[in-house]
Structures are given as C-alpha cells and as structure tokens.
C-alpha cells in the first residue's frame, strides 16, 4: 500500500514566523517528491520538486528530503497571510513498470495569524 | 487559453445521466491524468495517458470511462454514477510519465450526483 501521510492540522502560525510542514511516505524506492499549495475552491499549484537528499531553497520556501527517513519537508520563511492554504505532499511511487501518477497526502491546513 | 482548462466547471447529474467531463492542456505535453479529490479524502489518482496510451487504471469502477483522442485532450465520461462520486475531478499534465515530471493541474470539475 502507497502511502504519504501528513498532519492536518490546521498549523497555525504567527505571521512573519516559520512554517514547518512535514510528510512521510512509505515507498522507499521513490525518488520525485513534490509539494502543492491548495487554496479553498481552487486546483493544487506546484510550489517545490525536490529529488536529492538535502535542502532545495526557491525564494522563501525551502524542501528538505531524507531518502533514509522518507521524511520530506517545506518550510516557508517569513509567513505571510496569503501563504494561508492547505500543502499538499506528493511522491511519485515509480514502479519502473509505466507510470503511476502522484500519490497524495491529505494535506496540512496552514492559518498564518496576522 | 493557457495552461490546463477543464470544462465543465461545475456538474449536476442524476444517477440515470450520462455526460462527459473534457480537459485540454495547452503545455505541450504528452501525459495526462484524472484525479479525484474528495472530501476529507486525499487526491487519488484515477488513470494516466501516456503519449495517448492507457498506462494506468487505478482500480476505478467502469462507469467512469476514459478516453484520450490526442495528447492534448482527456475526456471522462460518466454514466450510472452514485452519489458517492461526487468530487472534484482534476485533469493534470506532465511533459511525460517519467516519474520526475512535473504535473500541472487544471481548475477541475466540481461534480454533483443527486
């Protein structure tokens, strides 16, 4: 069974403060990790890939992956109210056979407080 | 029209009704996916179109029945549905089914069985 599993939470963070978002997944062999923010009522937007061990750092948000732990995490510097959304985490549980698609988390709802 | 579009936005239907939900991707790509998202309940993939080849059906009932005239559009047609299957139904694309490949997603369909 593919499994990615997050904290629903909701998170809620004081603006300007850091937001940690964590995933696990059960697939060892996966090697694409991928992080979504969803607003309400909206479609999933890409915000991160990230595919080797370490940090990745796009502008304020930053993806750490440890293949060892499948542990994947986002952390979003300088929380701002319009960062208030549910992340997705999603692995690409790669069988070699054809492709799988994404395999989702529920997802953490994230409230930065003004 | 850039990016996914998914028409139509929002569905009605009865459990009798048969009607089609239409996705087109104007990326370039050559794979596409439905998800289903509902509520509570994280993103699951239902199938993937790779270069217009079926290369996966994730288990999902035969009254949701694909079909990929090109690469650049996805219908999912709908008959019998229960309301258990109301959702909402995403179309994403990805240059391919590699498993690094980034997906986009389009607005979704909103889907309502009575």
């Known amino acids: 069974q593919k499994e990615v599993e997050q904290n629903s939470g909701p998170l809620s963070v004081p603006e300007g403060a850091i937001a940690s978002l964590n995933c696990t997944y059960s697939?060892?062999?996966?090697?694409?990790f991928f992080w979504y923010r969803q607003y309400s009522g909206k479609s999933p937007e890409l915000i991160m890939s990230i595919y080797s061990n370490g940090d990745k750092e796009d502008g304020r948000f930053t993806a750490q992956l440890n293949k060892a732990s499948q542990y994947v995490s986002l952390l979003i510097r300088d929380s701002q109210p319009s960062d208030s959304a549910t992340y997705l985490c999603a692995v690409n549980m790669y069988s070699g056979g054809g492709a799988d698609g994404l395999t989702f988390g529920k997802g953490t709802h994230l409230i930065i407080q003004p | 029209e850039t990016g996914v579009t998914q028409t139509p936005r929002h569905l009605v239907m009865g459990m009798t009704n048969k009607k089609s939900l239409k996705c087109e991707q104007h990326?370039?790509?050559?794979?596409m996916y439905w998800y289903k998202q509902s509520a509570k309940k994280p993103l699951e993939l239902m199938f993937v179109?790779?270069?217009?080849?079926?290369?996966e059906n994730n288990s999902v009932p035969s009254r949701f029945s694909p079909e990929c005239p090109n690469s650049s559009h996805l219908f999912l047609h709908l008959h019998t549905l229960q309301p258990e299957d109301s959702a909402l139904y995403l179309c994403?694309?990805?240059?391919?089914?590699?498993?690094?490949?980034?997906?986009?997603f389009g607005p979704g369909t909103r889907l309502t069985v009575l």
């Open positions: 994403a694309s990805s240059q391919d089914a590699r498993e690094a490949a980034t997906q986009y």
């Open positions: 990326l370039g790509h050559n794979a």
């Open positions: 697939d060892r062999g996966s090697q694409s």
């Open positions: 179109y790779n270069f217009k080849e079926q290369t």
